[in-house]
């Protein structure tokens, strides 16, 4: 490997770690915020799951009576 190329990897190599560095404050933060924000759906109860998901059913029948009502 001639020492242009082992330049260049180098310095490619430092960059991401500098980027890895100065942004893993803000990727710990990110994760602790998807982590919340999913966090609700584990305290749903079984009766919660089947009340969400029965909603779900009657608004995409909805939707889909609506687009075929708009196609016709």
């Known amino acids: 490997m001639s020492s242009g190329v082992w ?28 982590h919340a924000r999913v966090a609700w759906v584990d305290e749903l109860t079984e009766a919660d799951l089947v009340a969400m998901r029965c909603g779900l059913v ?13 196609v016709s």
Do not use: M
């Open 58 to 70: 009657e608004r995409l029948q909805e939707e889909c009576v609506r687009e075929l009502g708009d």
């Open 7 to 34: 330049a260049r990897l180098r310095g490619a190599v430092g960059e991401e770690w500098d980027r890895h560095v100065r942004f893993r404050d803000l990727h710990r933060l990110l994760d602790e915020y998807r």
